[in-house]
């Protein structure tokens, strides 16, 4: 799997690409679809709906 689009708390989509860090209650994930982007880390709380 290498996108993922989820819904914020705060109303905002956002889509998460490259491979994921998943952690006890964080997600870690690229912001563009090539090696070019920047690496971000949402928390789950954050996240009220996961489309895979």
């Not at 799997?1 to 109303?11: F, G, H, I, K």
């Not at 889509?15 to 789950?44: C, L, N, Q």
């Given at each position: 799997?290498?996108?993922?689009?989820?819904?914020?708390?705060?109303?905002?989509?956002?889509?998460?690409?490259?491979?994921?860090?998943?952690?006890?209650?964080?997600?870690?994930?690229?912001t563009?679809?090539?090696?070019?982007?920047?690496?971000a880390?949402?928390?789950?709380?954050?996240?009220?709906?996961?489309?895979?």
């Amino acid at each position: 799997m290498t996108e993922l689009r989820a819904m914020l708390s705060t109303v905002n989509e956002i889509t998460m690409h490259a491979e994921f860090t998943v952690g006890r209650d964080f997600i870690i994930y690229g912001t563009a679809k090539d090696h070019s982007g920047k690496w971000a880390m949402t928390p789950f709380a954050h996240i009220v709906q996961l489309n895979v």
